[in-house]
């Protein structure tokens, strides 16, 4: 099975970062989110947010902020 690579980079603290995330990154409500077009399979996917201090996003359909 493959997916959208959709990395949560980590939820940011006011004490810790000012509204930046990595290059390549998008801030949503205060987290940092990495978006690929790129199809990997779940392991595959998680192996990389874990490479870069995140985890794998679920997006829920009611979730229209990340869509």
Not at 24 to 48: P, V
Request: hydrophobic residues 30%; charged residues 25%.
């Amino acid at each position: 099975m493959t997916q959208l690579v959709r990395c949560l980079r980590r939820t940011i603290r006011e004490a810790e970062w000012t509204d930046k995330c990595p290059p390549g990154w998008s801030l949503i409500n205060g987290k940092c989110y990495f978006f690929s077009n790129e199809r990997k399979t779940q392991w595959e996917s998680d192996s990389f947010c874990h490479r870069n201090k995140g985890q794998l996003a679920t997006v829920k359909p009611s979730d229209a902020t990340l869509q």
